[in-house]
């Protein structure tokens, strides 16, 4: 018997759909078919928010960008997080790029996973993230980081890029977090081509993402979001974030939604 290295698990669905796209004449992301594949996938992990972006990186980048800019205990520059010395190489630049202070905890040779007793022993009192990652489908142990972080009033965030689908105790990894990153590249579980996704159960953290995810912009936000935080008025072109362009397209959430 033979497993090839790469496969495609595409059928005719996921063909007709791009087509669909096509003919509707609507390819970026304010297309109706990125919203619907957000609020699906935000459906199945049981989860308030999803916002679909162009990678799992993209995911990871604005996941920590977000908690930069929270109103009440924002991450500051120097601040320390505890990340696992095995992972993807866009689990670490982000935090690199903001000017965290990495500090790594060893994996367990057994499950390629660190071990939460390990995570808790590295922890310090400048801890302010811990960085949780399920590698190739196997959970790490998240209910107890997250009671640690609870009581140590720490963020716990899950990169759960390679684990989608996988549970603890009926509970699905991903969920964990203040904020969850997923991807749907060419490898991973659901595939759309390119493609990512941010969970988070918390408002203000999903409004932040979206401006984020599009220039800084409050174009995709509730005018709550501005009004509180930002203007008395509402106005079609405000920028108020150092924001990127991380969208997706509304052929990848087509895909997906298949």
């Known amino acids: 018997m033979k497993y090839q290295l790469v496969s495609d698990s595409w059928g005719k669905e996921e063909v007709n759909a791009i087509h669909r796209v096509i003919k509707s004449g609507i390819y970026t992301y304010r297309g109706k078919y990125v919203k619907e594949f957000e609020k699906k996938f935000a459906n199945f992990f049981g989860v308030k928010y999803s916002v ?3 990678s799992g990186s993209s995911a990871n980048l ?3 960008a977000a908690v930069f800019f929270k109103r009440k205990k924002p991450l500051k520059r120097g601040d320390e997080v505890i990340v696992p010395a095995l992972a993807w190489s866009t689990t670490y630049h982000p935090l690199q790029q903001h000017g965290l202070k990495i500090r790594l905890v060893d994996i367990d040779i057994e499950t390629l996973n660190c071990k939460a007793e390990d995570i808790i022993k590295a922890a310090t009192k400048k801890t302010k993230l811990i960085v949780a990652v399920s590698i190739l489908g196997n959970p790490v142990e998240l209910k107890k980081l997250k009671d640690f972080c609870s009581r140590r009033k720490i963020y716990l965030m899950e990169d759960n890029c390679e684990s989608m689908g996988a549970k603890i105790n009926n509970k699905y990894t ?4 203040i904020v969850n990153t997923f991807s749907t590249f060419f490898s991973h579980h659901i595939s759309t081509i390119e493609g990512g996704l941010v969970l988070t159960n918390n ?3 999903y409004e932040l993402i979206l401006s984020l995810r599009s220039h800084g912009w409050t174009r995709d936000n509730s005018k709550n979001f501005q009004y ?3 203007q008395k008025s509402y106005e079609d072109y405000c920028f108020v974030l150092p924001g990127y362009n991380l969208r997706p397209n509304n052929i990848y959430a087509a895909v997906g939604l298949e």
């Open 52 to 54: 679909m972006v162009n």
């Open 62 to 64: 604005l996941a920590i």
């Open 174 to 177: 991903g969920t964990f977090g």
């Open 203 to 205: 408002e203000e953290i």
């Open 228 to 230: 509180k935080r930002f």
